[in-house]
C-alpha cells in the first residue's frame, strides 16, 4: 500500500448532498410527516466514516452556493475533511434526498442540481500518485460531466497502481437510461475494483432476482476480481475470482434504529480493513461490526465512542 507524505487513503469522488430522513418509523415518503437533516452522499459517508476510522479520506465533489452547501462544509471541517476539492456551483443548488426511516430498504425521492459537476480540473495527477484507493458510485456515475470525469481519472488511477473502488448503488430513479447505466459499469469495471453490490441494487439493476452465483459470474466476466454482496439481515457473500467463496451471518441487532448509510458503513470498514492489509474474511467481519453500528443511530455513526476500539 501506498505509504507517503501527505498520502491519500481513499479518494472519495462522488456525491455529496443533505439526507433529509423522516421522523416516523416504517412508512413511505407519502406518510411522513416530517424529516430531520443529515449530510449524505454515499462516497461522502465513506470519506466521513474512513476519517473517523483513522485514515486520510479526501472528498472531490459538487455543491450549490447556498445554505445547504455551506452547512456541507462546515460539517466536513469539523470531522477533519479537507473540503478544498469540494467545488461551488454558481446558480445551481445542492442535491437534497428525502428518505424514508426504515428498517428494511428505504423509499427515497432524489433533487438532483449542483451534486454531478464534477469537472476534470477537481483531480490532479499529483493527488492520483499519493491515493491508495480511488472509490465512487453508481450515483456518481449516472450524469455528466460527473461520468466522464469519474471515468477517465479512474483510468489514470488505474494506470498510477491505485486500487479502485465502486458501490454499485443502481436505482432507475437516478439513472432511467439502462443501456447507458450498463456500457458506463463495464468501463468502470475494466479497471478490476473491489466492487460492493447489495441483493437490492442487484434486483434493481437486472429487473429479476437471479442465484447469486449469476451475478458473481458477471461482474467477474467484466474483469472484477473481488465482487462483494450484501444481503441485508442474512449478511454478506462475497466471491474472488478463482478462490473459495466467503459468506457471513448479520450481527444480531435488537433495535434497528435506521438503514439509511449502513451500505456506506459496511464499505468503509471493508476498504479500513482492506488498507490496513487484513485478510478478506477480517475485512468482512470489520465490515459488519461498522454497519451493525449504524444501523444502531440515526443519521451518523456515533460521535462519543472510540469507533476503531469497537471494530478491531
Not at 452547501?69 to 445551481?92: F, Q, W
Not at 493527488?127 to 472509490?135: A, F, N, Q, R
Not at 429479476?208 to 452465483?213: T, V
Request: charged share 25%; proline share 4%.
Amino acid at each position: 500500500m501506498k505509504k507517503e507524505n501527505n498520502h491519500i487513503d481513499i479518494l472519495c469522488v462522488g456525491e455529496v448532498l443533505i439526507d433529509f430522513i423522516g421522523h416516523q418509523d416504517n412508512v413511505l415518503i407519502n406518510e411522513t410527516r416530517d424529516y430531520h437533516r443529515y449530510l449524505g452522499g454515499s462516497p461522502a459517508n465513506v470519506a466521513m466514516n474512513s476519517k473517523r476510522l483513522g485514515l486520510n479520506s479526501v472528498m472531490v465533489s459538487a455543491i450549490g452556493n447556498d445554505g445547504f452547501g455551506e452547512y456541507i462544509l462546515k460539517r466536513l471541517n469539523t470531522i477533519g475533511i479537507d473540503a478544498k476539492h469540494v467545488k461551488k456551483v454558481p446558480h445551481k443548488a445542492t442535491s437534497v434526498i428525502f428518505v424514508s426511516k426504515s428498517n428494511g430498504t428505504p423509499d427515497f425521492i432524489p433533487y438532483r442540481s449542483a451534486d454531478f459537476e464534477i469537472t476534470e480540473n477537481q483531480i490532479t495527477a499529483e493527488m492520483l500518485s499519493k491515493t491508495t484507493i480511488y472509490h465512487t458510485t453508481c450515483f456518481a456515475l449516472s450524469k455528466k460531466p460527473a461520468q466522464t470525469t469519474i471515468l477517465k481519472k479512474a483510468a489514470e488511477a488505474f494506470q498510477n497502481n491505485c486500487k479502485l473502488s465502486i458501490d454499485l448503488n443502481y436505482a432507475k430513479e437516478l439513472w432511467p437510461n439502462k443501456e447507458e447505466a450498463l456500457k458506463v459499469i463495464k468501463a468502470y469495471c475494466k479497471f478490476n475494483p473491489l466492487l460492493k453490490i447489495s441483493d437490492d441494487d442487484m434486483f434493481r439493476f437486472f429487473e429479476k432476482k437471479l442465484p447469486h452465483e449469476e451475478i458473481f459470474n458477471f461482474f467477474h466476466e467484466l474483469g472484477v476480481d473481488t465482487v462483494c454482496l450484501t444481503l441485508g439481515s442474512k449478511g454478506v457473500k462475497l466471491s474472488e475470482k478463482e478462490k473459495k467463496q466467503i459468506q457471513l451471518p448479520a450481527i444480531k441487532i435488537d433495535n434497528v434504529m435506521d438503514t439509511t448509510g449502513a451500505g456506506d458503513a459496511f464499505w468503509s470498514g471493508f476498504l479500513f480493513a482492506y488498507i490496513k492489509n487484513k485478510p478478506t474474511k477480517e475485512c468482512l467481519k470489520v465490515a459488519l461490526n461498522l454497519a451493525a453500528l449504524k444501523l444502531q443511530n440515526v443519521g451518523r455513526l456515533p460521535d462519543n465512542i472510540n469507533i476503531v476500539s469497537k471494530l478491531l
